[in-house]
């Protein structure tokens, strides 16, 4: 197992890709791994659903950039009453054009952890580390 970090990709930005350019830094760390010899690729953020596409089509190996790409086939094994339910760090931010990007429907049910849980600090502090980081 590999990993790369893409530094550019910090919490504040990640609720919000459709304004910051994040796919070539993405692309850049695919690339790195991809030339240190993986034969796949997946990545540890939900939001990343919005490159899932783009980075697919580019990508000479499988991507998966989100578990949110299990959704559609969770829906298809549940009873029709038990819709699964999506969690995130902050539901603020994961809005309808992430989920329907990947085929999920924009009404789908999102729910997110509390502010206070480990879930949602752990990002926030891994910014703050990378920001303060960034200053030296």
């Not at 893409?6 to 890709?17: F, K, N, S, T, Y």
């Not at 490159?51 to 829906?75: D, H």
């Not at 931010?93 to 729910?111: F, H, M, S």
Request: glycine fraction near 6%.
């Amino acid at each position: 197992m590999r990993y790369q970090v893409v530094d550019e990709a910090i919490p504040q930005r990640m609720g919000h890709l459709g304004e910051h350019a994040l796919l070539e830094p993405f692309k850049r760390a695919a690339q790195s791994l991809i030339d240190q010899g993986v034969d796949g690729l997946t990545t540890s953020c939900g939001y990343l659903s919005w490159y899932q596409q783009e980075l697919a089509a580019w990508s000479p190996v499988p991507i998966v950039t989100s578990s949110l790409l299990q959704y559609v086939s969770l829906r298809q094994i549940l009873p029709a009453n038990r819709p699964p339910l999506i969690l995130t760090f902050d539901e603020s931010t994961l809005k309808a054009d992430y989920l329907t990007r990947v085929g999920i429907p924009a009404e789908a049910q999102v729910a997110g952890m509390p502010a206070d849980s480990e879930f949602a600090l752990h990002p926030r502090r891994r910014q703050q580390r990378q920001l303060g980081n960034a200053g030296r």
